[in-house]
């Protein structure tokens, strides 16, 4: 009841939000009914709904839905985001064999609105989508809640236990909890959660596989770019605050490599303004991806990829990649999809969104933790350089991956059972 009165106040404060987003990124101004519960009518009634927040968690869920969709066509499938990143991804990567809307905030009139539209028969949860309303409300009737590939830190674990009546409550509404790690599901259970729903089944992430058309689509940017002769390394998904570090890090590699060639990739594009100005400030020239059109780079040094749906084929591109997000205190992000394309990594210290991913990489040999632009700049260098070196450490990154795939697998398992409980309601 406490949780509920104190969402009164933040009803308005919701919307003044979106707006104000909106006034950056167009797409947070778009569908705003959906997230108060109003949803299109002709999407399907029944569906096993999946809820994947934004991109990253989206493409982790992709192969899960679409294994599941083969095997149950006869069933429904809804997929909601809170982002229009994510959004983008559901469209581009699942396309029409999903039904998709925004999720609704956890407002208690819009997630019971959106309920009543969409009596859902399961919802699966990815991560840490830990919303008291919403499962609430799939528990009252009688919707099984399953959190899968489930992370917890020891920050957000000590968050959780602040409002710990309101946790345990939650955590018991769950029908079952496939955590990653052994440890984040010592957490859950110190948090109050069923030992018997509880297990560590692995992360999906790792399950990543490259999309069927990434040879070809790296092949055109390579020769649409006139990047076959040069040196190209990618810092991907960066934040405020250290786009300035990389983009000093790569006029010290060109002073070595004076062909090299950086693919600055802004975690949101709607950024590619202040990020442009940065690099043109630093001297540097600098092209936009969705203004080149096949005619080359004219020599840019830099180019600013601010499209959509497009890190996995950079990644492919690039020779090494530098993981953004983790020169800041954003935690940094999955350095998997760099992995699968047998890239050497490169991380700041603020890595704690996925610690147990990045020691990994780490303890196999093929992530260098940087603190500077110095010591990115370093780095990127000497791996421009030798060849050989190159190819082994990607090799290694590649089979840290393959040495931890098959989570996917028993989650499948998982699921499976939970949807065939109720395939004939």
């Not at 149950?72 to 991804?89: I, K, N, W």
């Not at 919707?143 to 959780?160: E, F």
């Not at 040196?231 to 070595?256: D, F, N, Q, Y």
Request: with cysteine.
């Amino acid at each position: 009841m406490l949780y509920r009165l104190l969402l009164v106040p933040a009803y308005p404060l919701a919307r003044l939000r979106l707006a104000w987003r909106a006034r950056r990124d167009r797409a947070y101004g778009e569908r705003v009914s959906e997230r108060f519960g109003h949803v299109a009518k002709e999407l399907p009634r029944g569906a096993v709904w999946f809820h994947t927040v934004s991109a990253g968690e989206t493409i982790s869920a992709v192969p899960l839905i679409r294994r599941l969709t083969e095997e149950f066509p006869e069933l429904p499938f809804l997929v909601t985001t809170m982002t229009p990143t994510g959004s983008a991804q559901v469209r581009q990567r699942l396309g029409d064999g999903v039904a998709h809307c925004y999720a609704p905030y956890d407002f208690p009139r819009a997630v019971e609105r959106f309920f009543e539209r969409m009596q859902p028969r399961v919802l699966v949860l990815m991560e840490t989508e830990l919303w008291p309303n919403f499962i609430d409300a799939a528990h009252r009737r009688g919707i099984p809640v399953v959190l899968i590939n489930a992370r917890l830190s020891p920050q957000s674990a000590r968050g959780y236990a602040r409002i710990g009546s309101l946790t345990r409550d939650m955590l018991r509404k769950i029908a079952f909890i496939a955590c990653q790690y052994p440890d984040h599901a010592e957490r859950f259970l110190a948090l109050g959660a069923d030992s018997a729903k509880v297990s560590a089944l692995g992360s999906v992430k790792f399950d990543v596989r490259l999309p069927e058309d990434h040879a070809q689509r790296v092949a055109a940017l390579r020769g649409g770019w006139g990047a076959d002769a040069r040196k190209v390394w990618i810092a991907g998904s960066t934040h405020p605050g250290e786009e300035s570090t990389l983009i000093e890090a790569h006029r010290e590699v060109c002073r070595t490599h004076p062909d090299a060639l950086l693919l600055l990739v802004p975690r949101h594009p709607e950024r590619a303004d202040d990020v442009e100005r940065l690099i043109k400030s630093a001297g540097l020239s600098v092209r936009r991806q969705s203004a080149v059109q096949g005619e080359g780079l004219d020599g840019a040094a830099v180019v600013l990829c601010d499209t959509m749906g497009q890190l996995q084929y950079l990644y492919g591109l690039s020779e090494v990649a530098f993981l953004g997000g983790s020169l800041v205190s954003v935690g940094g992000h999955n350095p998997i999809e760099a992995a699968v394309c047998e890239q050497p990594l490169i991380m700041g210290p603020e890595t704690f969104n996925f610690p147990d991913v990045v020691a990994a990489f780490s303890d196999a040999g093929c992530l260098f933790v940087v603190t500077d632009a110095h010591a990115v700049a370093q780095v990127v260098a000497r791996l421009l350089s030798d060849e050989a070196e190159r190819a082994r450490l990607g090799a290694v990154a590649r089979q840290v991956v393959a040495d931890n795939a098959g989570a996917s697998e028993r989650i499948l398992a998982l699921l499976r059972a939970e949807i065939r409980a109720r395939q004939h309601l």
